[in-house]
């Protein structure tokens, strides 16, 4: 089983549907990351959080919100789908007071909005 | 405003070939990572690089770091088809461990048989 899962990993909808992508971790690192992938525009990083009573904008929020419901668990929520929204979405970890601070990625979610 | 630029961003090259990618950023960081991803996959951490001078070998795969010049490089050395997938750097801009990564745009490599 991965370390990092993240559900749906693929998903259709249609403008201003509401969307959950959820993702969880068995890896007990703090800090959770969701990133967005677009072709030719590398990641670039939505939201992310230290702990659950930390929440941070990434570069690019607008339109996005997030919940850590646990240690574990950071979901992603699109309040109102648009189509340039459409992309491939990564949830991902790092283990805090680790110095190296890699990431470890999810599998990701494909999300396509109509 | 930190930017990450990768180049090339697309590179075909013949098995056996040695080439480099080169990953510049624009403010001071003394973190550097790379990652590599395969067609319809996730990203798999390949070095991390975490101070001036850093280099760090794995297989056909070197990489290093020079803080000073704020530039990064990933060397291919006889390259072989297992190792077509994109690259991509992140660099760490506040260097004090936000861990707020920024990425450069990938390079997709393709190594041909």
């Known amino acids: 089983d991965a370390d990092v899962t993240q559900t749906p990993r693929n998903r259709i909808t249609k403008t201003g549907k509401r969307i959950m992508l959820e993702c969880s971790q068995t890896k007990g690192h703090d800090r959770m990351y969701w990133y967005r992938q677009d072709p030719g525009l590398g990641l670039r990083l939505i939201y992310y959080s230290f702990d659950v009573k930390d929440i941070n904008k990434g570069e690019i929020s607008d339109g996005y919100s997030v919940s850590r419901q646990a240690q574990a668990k950071f979901s992603l929520s699109l309040e109102s789908a648009i189509p340039n929204q459409t992309a491939l979405y990564f949830c991902?970890?790092?283990?805090?007071?680790?110095?190296?601070?890699?990431?470890?990625f999810g599998e990701g979610s494909r999300l396509t909005v109509l | 405003e930190l930017k990450v630029e990768q180049n090339p961003l697309f590179l075909s090259m013949q098995e056996g070939k040695n080439y480099t990618i080169y990953c510049n950023y624009s403010?001071?960081?003394?973190?550097l990572y790379w990652y590599r991803q395969d067609p319809g996959k996730s990203l798999e951490s390949l070095f991390v690089l975490l101070s001036n001078g850093a280099v760090k070998q794995e297989g056909r795969l070197m990489a290093s770091l020079d803080t000073k010049a704020r530039l990064s490089t990933l060397h291919i050395t006889a390259a072989v088809h297992d190792l077509s997938a994109t690259y991509f750097c992140a660099v760490d801009p506040s260097g004090s461990g936000t861990y707020k990564y920024i990425f450069g745009t990938g390079t997709r490599l393709k190594v041909l048989a």
């Open positions: 991902a970890t790092s283990e805090a007071g680790k110095y190296t601070g890699e990431l470890f």
């Open positions: 403010t001071t960081s003394d973190r």
